[in-house]
């Protein structure tokens, strides 16, 4: 009785503490949840992120300002809008008269007849009889009596296509540039009123009061009044002719920096370096490497790897391997010096 009693004893001791070991669990697994960091939660309602929108700028409408007349044909053509009398346009900070004037509402895009003019700020203003505009890609293009106008730069042509976003115009039947310094020709060519340079490609030619410069390919700047030669070309003056493909000319001091074998040319002397320098107004030429002066007139020439050439004193020093050669006696007598 004893014995059973005891072991009754012991169950119910051991169910007990069994119990609360159970109970100490729950309560350290509760503990262990709240301390949980929020992140690993999972919350009771997820909200989706909405996408951003793009930022993208928006193509601006061409905006109709005024006119004296306005017509339309809502059945025949809905999307075009007829103008009639000192009409006047604006595009971003393009502003845009004519005559008269068709605006075609769907490509956002006009044309535009009669004294057309287009003004962009005090600095740009280009005239002609037609032009056809397209607000999307904001190129205008304009035909017959063509003038475009930038400060001191003016650019004459019957067929101009004016890119608004790039600030470029260029005309591919034949134009005209001039500056305060010189009046420039090609078949083709370009300006931007941003950065002053012009490109000109075929039959170029640069007329100054000095000299008239040809070439097939030319960079001129409005703003420096440097020639960059980019192409067989000559520049002829009074005093003497100078051949070069690539270099530059300074049309305001007259000197020159030329490569690849270029050649000066002065009353039957010839001066050709791999490099050469002259000065216009100082009237002399340097010509570096490979260098050949010779004088067909008296008959004679000079070699070397440097050469100076004076044309108002009409004297040439050649210095490094250089080597005096006259061939006015049939025989040739060679002559070498330091100098």
């Not at 009785?1 to 070991?21: C, D, Y």
């Not at 700028?57 to 075009?80: E, I, M, S, W, Y």
Request: one cysteine or more.
């Amino acid at each position: 009785m004893f014995r059973l009693n005891k072991e009754h004893k012991f169950h119910g001791r051991h169910r007990f503490l069994l119990a609360g070991i159970l109970c100490l669990l729950a309560v350290c697994f509760l503990v262990a949840q709240d301390k949980k960091p929020q992140h690993d939660r999972k919350p009771q309602q997820e909200k989706k992120a909405e996408p951003e929108k793009p930022t993208g700028n928006k193509k601006t409408r061409v905006d109709l300002l005024h006119a004296d007349q306005g017509q339309a044909d809502k059945l025949a053509r809905p999307d075009v809008q007829v103008l009639i009398g000192s009409v006047k346009l604006r595009h971003d900070s393009m502003y845009m008269y004519c005559d008269s004037a068709l605006i075609y509402e769907k490509t956002n895009s006009f044309e535009a007849f009669s004294n057309v003019r287009m003004e962009q700020g005090d600095t740009l203003f280009i005239y002609g009889d037609y032009l056809f505009y397209d607000g999307m890609t904001q190129i205008a293009q304009l035909r017959e009596n063509v003038k475009m106008i930038n400060r001191n730069t003016t650019l004459l042509t019957d067929s101009l296509n004016y890119d608004r976003l790039y600030n470029l115009g260029y005309y591919f039947d034949g134009g005209t540039l001039m500056d305060e310094e010189n009046v420039l020709t090609s078949d083709w060519g370009e300006y931007s009123p941003a950065t002053k340079l012009s490109v000109f490609n075929h039959d170029v030619k640069l007329v100054n009061p000095r000299f008239v410069l040809t070439s097939d390919t030319l960079k001129y700047s409005t703003d420096t009044k440097i020639a960059t030669i980019l192409g067989p070309s000559n520049i002829v003056s009074e005093q003497n002719h100078i051949y070069s493909e690539r270099g530059i000319y300074n049309t305001v001091s007259g000197q020159a920096e030329l490569l690849d074998r270029s050649v000066l040319t002065n009353e039957g002397k010839k001066l050709t370096g791999d490099s050469l320098f002259y000065d216009r107004k100082a009237g002399y030429g340097e010509a570096f490497d490979n260098v050949q002066m010779n004088d067909t007139v008296n008959k004679n020439m000079l070699t070397g790897d440097y050469c100076y050439y004076d044309e108002l004193k009409q004297n040439a020093l050649a210095t490094k391997r250089a080597v005096a050669v006259d061939y006015s006696r049939g025989d040739s007598l060679f002559m070498h010096a330091d100098t």
